[in-house]
């Protein structure tokens, strides 16, 4: 799997739309060199408090990747004086606005190294936090701090998305930036129509796998009315960057060519900024189409950035990301990688996912997604409640990876990854209904208990 890095190819301007086109083809593999990623988000809050942690201080951030550095081995990405980003291996742990910690996996084959890497990389920090007074907590919205009371991170992207956001985003643009946490996955195609079909069935069936990784039902100390408060907030961000691409849903999408309907998506969305070196350029809220046509000089490096400043719940880069899941339990955070593996590395299921939802149009989509976030598994689909149709797509998935027979040293297929998620869907209720029903219980209203039973 290839990552959207800088590369001097990017360095190119941009004479033609056409090569806007072009590169996303330069990211297709042959199916032997399918790889899987995952990038995993998480709170840190102090113990005793229950404040979040800042950058700066004895107990800090700053603190913590100084020992990462020193006595770990990772090299650190520099923006002035502070560190930002650490990397080892091939895997990235980078700061998200609010000071949520996010691990960047390296691309591997198998889901067993991708959840031994990010075992490997909790227990890691779990160590580090500890005589902090660090606890790290996987839920998707922070479940203390209001907006304003979490600490901003030392990043000049981070300022200029909030200056952004502020002028033109929605009403819960900041809510989005420093109080959610999720997980993500990033899949490779081999070309255009490969990608295209994957676009158009994680599109369908992405609002099912948020139901079923709903975790954000707590904020500010108390329930906040949702099952997945973190989508809602997604869906209040910036409605022309976010959400689903109606045009994926067109009949003929696939005709159209998949690279050129994603780049004809882009080129209307508002562009954030453009960058010059390590400094950013506000350029109000134009779209790129427009910047291009103004006759603003844009090289495919600002393509790139363009990119990552849009926010689907399914993306296309060089890679095919998938964006719509909560930060759960260890348990469950191995299963988002395993259940997309198994749709879209394996030819029958993916072919399985087309049948079956193709009658499912973004209107359609769009307002399970809405439903979904407010009650989770028990939301309504055009084919039954979401719990029942969650069962289904997990048999295809579970079918595919045994199919594809990726085994772990003991013998396992990545299959078995998934059974946390059948738990669920068999139940009914998503982690965040289970907390829900813990809150009136055994936690007994307790914040403190909560943040203790959330956390890693």
């Not at 719940?313 to 998938?322: D, S």
């Amino acid at each position: 799997m290839t990552l959207t890095v800088r590369d001097p190819e990017l360095d190119r301007p941009i004479e033609d739309l056409s090569q806007l086109v072009d590169y996303f083809r330069a990211g297709e593999k042959t199916s032997a060199d399918f790889r899987v990623g995952m990038e995993h988000e998480k709170f840190p809050i102090y113990s005793e408090t229950l404040a979040p942690v800042p950058y700066l201080g004895d107990r800090g951030i700053a603190a913590l990747f100084d020992v990462l550095r020193r006595e770990h081995g990772f090299g650190a990405t520099l923006e002035g004086e502070s560190v930002v980003g650490l990397e080892r291996d091939g895997a990235a742990i980078t700061l998200e606005p609010g000071g949520q910690l996010e691990l960047s996996g390296a691309p591997l084959r198998t889901v067993h190294e991708t959840c031994r890497e990010f075992h490997d990389h909790l227990s890691l920090v779990k160590q580090l936090g500890e005589p902090l007074g660090i606890v790290w907590v996987g839920l998707g919205m922070h479940p203390t701090a209001e907006v304003s009371e979490i600490p901003r991170m030392p990043r000049e992207r981070h300022r200029m998305m909030r200056a952004f956001f502020t002028r033109h985003g929605g009403p819960l643009a900041l809510h989005m930036m420093h109080a959610t946490c999720g997980v993500q996955a990033s899949y490779d195609f081999s070309d255009e129509r490969d990608a295209g079909r994957k676009l158009r069935v994680a599109n369908a069936a992405s609002p099912v796998l948020t139901a079923l990784f709903a975790n954000s039902a707590f904020s500010v100390g108390k329930p906040n009315g949702f099952e997945s408060r973190r989508a809602q907030v997604w869906r209040q961000t910036d409605p022309p960057r976010c959400g689903f691409i109606p045009s994926v849903f067109e009949p003929d999408f696939l005709e159209r060519g998949s690279y050129r309907a994603y780049t004809e998506w882009a080129l209307d969305v508002p562009a954030m900024f453009l960058s010059q070196g390590q400094q950013y350029r506000m350029v109000g809220a134009r779209s790129f189409r427009q910047l291009f046509e103004s006759g603003e000089k844009l090289s495919l490096a600002d393509w790139n950035l363009h990119l990552t400043t849009v926010f689907p719940e399914v993306r296309l880069k060089r890679v095919i990301e998938i964006r719509g899941a909560d930060a759960v339990a260890p348990g469950l955070v191995c299963a988002m990688p395993a259940f997309w593996k198994g749709v879209f590395y394996d030819p029958q299921t993916l072919t399985a996912f087309e049948s079956r939802l193709a009658h499912w149009r973004h209107a359609d989509v769009d307002a399970v997604h809405a439903e979904v976030a407010k009650v989770g598994l028990s939301a309504r689909t055009p084919d039954g409640p979401a719990h029942q149709v969650a069962l289904e797509l997990l048999q295809l998935s579970a079918a595919g990876l045994e199919r594809l027979g990726n085994l772990s040293s003991s013998g396992q297929s990545e299959a078995w990854l998934l059974n946390p998620l059948f738990e669920l869907a068999s139940s009914g209720k998503s982690s965040a209904r289970r907390l829900l029903d813990l809150w009136d219980g055994e936690l007994k209203k307790s914040i403190d208990r909560l943040v203790a039973y959330s956390s890693y």
